[in-house]
T-cell receptor, first 114, second 115 residues
Framework: GAGVSQTPSNKVTEKGKYVELRCDPISGHTALYWYRQSLGQGPEFLIYFQGTGAADDSGLPNDRFFAVRPEGSVSTLKIQRTERGDSAVYLC????????????FGPGTRLTVL | KQEVTQIPAALSVPEGENLVLNCSFTDSAIYNLQWFRQDPGKGLTSLLLIQSSQREQTSGRLNASLDKSSGRSTLYIAASQPGDSATYLCAVRKNYGGSQGNLIFGKGTKLSVKP
């Protein structure tokens, strides 16, 4: 079946602009995670949704970052007033509750802020 | 605060060799541990998941072990092939007492298998 998909695959924007990154989880997966990966580093947690609600947003670096999942499936990560330091690969993962909780990752969105 | 360390940072071996990648974590209160493979410019592919109550998991030429009390896991790759060349990431999920939670990753080991 289809895996986790993310769009766009690449996004180039200018400092100060607003961007939206989209994640389509595996159908039926109730948990959805956003991570950010900088060059040469492992992914770092941003936010976790269980259904429609954000169960843990402790990884969001500041209030310029926000994420939603209004219908419990697709999620959008929103970044306001982008800064050059926001440049990274943004990864989305999903898992199904009540099982092994194995997380399955999408291909990521590479964000470049000029 | 949970910290995950992977040693070595990079490894180059000739084709056919057996090899071991190491992962250590500072807080033994984990729910599970997951090994991933990441190819350049790509997302993460899950290789093996070990629950905290398990000691090892096997899939094909891969074997992952877990020693929770000492905070260590190893990924053993048998008869390595050039197609195994990738970055291997180890991640632990903290035991929050619930059924879900985020992963904490190491920086990875970049493996190169030479033909």
């Amino acid at each position: 079946g289809a895996g986790v998909s993310q769009t766009p695959s690449n996004k180039v924007t200018e400092k100060g602009k607003y961007v939206e990154l989209r994640c389509d989880p595996i159908s039926g997966h109730t948990a959805l995670y956003w991570y950010r990966q900088s060059l040469g580093q492992g992914p770092e947690f941003l936010i976790y949704f269980q259904g429609t609600g954000a169960a843990d947003d402790s990884g969001l670096p500041n209030d310029r970052f926000f994420a939603v999942r209004p219908e419990g499936s697709v999620s959008t990560l929103k970044i306001q007033r982008t800064e050059r330091g926001d440049s990274a690969v943004y990864l989305c993962a999903s898992s199904i509750s009540g099982s092994s909780n194995e997380q399955f990752f999408g291909p990521g969105t590479r964000l470049t802020v000029l | 605060k949970q910290e995950v360390t992977q040693i070595p940072a990079a490894l180059s071996v000739p084709e056919g060799e057996n090899l071991v990648l190491n992962c250590s974590f500072t807080d033994s209160a984990i729910y599970n541990l997951q090994w991933f493979r990441q190819d350049p410019g790509k997302g993460l592919t899950s290789l093996l998941l070990i629950q905290s109550s398990q000691r090892e998991q096997t899939s094909g030429r891969l074997n992952a072990s877990l020693d929770k009390s000492s905070g260590r896991s190893t990924l053993y790759i048998a008869a390595s092939q050039p197609g195994d060349s990738a970055t291997y990431l180890c991640a632990v999920r903290k035991n929050y007492g619930g059924s879900q939670g985020n992963l904490i990753f190491g920086k990875g080991t970049k493996l190169s298998v030479k033909p």
